[in-house]
Nanobody, 124 residues
Framework: QVQLVESGGGSVQPGGSLRLSCVAAGRTFSTYGKGWFRQAPGKEREFVAT????????SYADSVKGRFTISGDNAKNTVYLQMNSLKPEDTAVYYCAARQSLMGSADIYEYDYWGQGTQVTVSS
């Protein structure tokens, strides 16, 4: 079993930056694909970014491409989401997820483990 714990959320003005972290406990997830998803009030959970086990392959939603960067540190059992040039429409609860596959995925249903989420609010 893998427990995922996110941190790094908060409130920021438009144009600002935040870095989210997700630490895995219980067992190593170095050989797992990882992803970040988000859910805004009244909306379905949506894909943000994904990374394969080695960090060599990443993919992003069009809405965040060029502004967000996903990365991982297997030695620290951690995956990150660097968010720059934040916009009010980025406001949501952000979740990290892991799947028992070497590959990442944009499909929410392909993930086996989820964190509890961290709130990101972008407002002036």
């Amino acid at each position: 079993q893998v427990q995922l714990v996110e941190s790094g959320g908060g409130s920021v003005q438009p144009g600002g930056s935040l870095r989210l972290s997700c630490v895995a406990a219980g067992r190593t997830f170095s050989t797992y694909g990882k992803g970040w998803f988000r859910q805004a009030p009244g909306k379905e959970r949506e894909f943000v970014a994904t990374i394969n086990w080695s960090g060599g392959t990443t993919s992003y939603a069009d809405s965040v491409k060029g502004r967000f960067t996903i990365s991982g540190d297997n030695a620290k059992n951690t995956v990150y989401l660097q968010m720059n040039s934040l916009k009010p429409e980025d406001t949501a609860v952000y979740y990290c997820a892991a799947r028992q596959s070497l590959m990442g995925s944009a499909d929410i249903y392909e993930y086996d483990y989820w964190g509890q989420g961290t709130q990101v609010t972008v407002s002036s």
